[in-house]
């Protein structure tokens, strides 16, 4: 029992805290190849659970996206493990769906947005639609048409946050 506390209290110190988008050029330091990934993981999900405020949590999202998107690219440029890559891809857009859902319910309680997060949610979704469509570019067959696929939704998650940002940032109409 012992063991673990030592092994989870390193894997802490270890693992960097996923709060802003990935930088250009960097690289994730795990892949879903180590056996330490899965342990990732549940620390993402355990980080999102006990995030203080819906704010920290779709931040969060959006580095955890930001990783998962820059984890499929590394698997796929080194031409190994494409399935894995494209489990990463997804979940990478699935963490920005979140956010979506995550910005609606607040916007939607409060009847309000908030903008520079708005705002930053874009710049990782074009960012990862460049992404994408590099890999699409790039690969072919099976893995061009998944790809495909997150591109798309990559693009309707963008579409919605637009439209969501339209709709609260416009003056009432008068009644």
Do not use: C
């Not at 920290?56 to 796929?76: N, P, V």
């Not at 930053?120 to 696929?149: C, E, F, P, V, W």
């Amino acid at each position: 029992m012992k063991w673990i506390f030592v092994i989870a209290f390193s894997f802490i110190l270890l693992v960097p805290r996923v709060d802003a988008q990935t930088s250009e050029g960097s690289r994730p330091i795990l892949l879903p190849t180590s056996p330490l990934y899965k342990l990732q993981l549940a620390w993402d999900k355990l980080s999102l659970l006990f995030a203080s405020d819906s704010m920290e949590k779709m931040s969060r999202y959006i580095g955890l996206a930001d990783r998962e998107l820059a984890i499929a690219e590394t698997l796929i440029d080194s031409g190994k493990n494409t399935d894995l890559a494209l489990r990463s891809a997804f979940r990478g857009e699935h963490y920005i769906t979140l956010f979506v859902l995550e910005m609606k319910n607040i916007a939607y309680a409060g009847g309000s947005i908030d903008k520079p997060l708005i705002a930053k949610a874009h710049s990782a979704g074009l960012s990862h639609q460049q992404l994408l469509g590099r890999l699409i570019q790039n690969s072919t067959g099976d893995t061009q048409k998944t790809l495909a696929t997150i591109l798309e939704f990559s693009q309707r998650n963008d579409n919605q946050l637009s439209s969501l940002e339209l709709e609260y940032s416009s003056p009432a109409l008068p009644q």
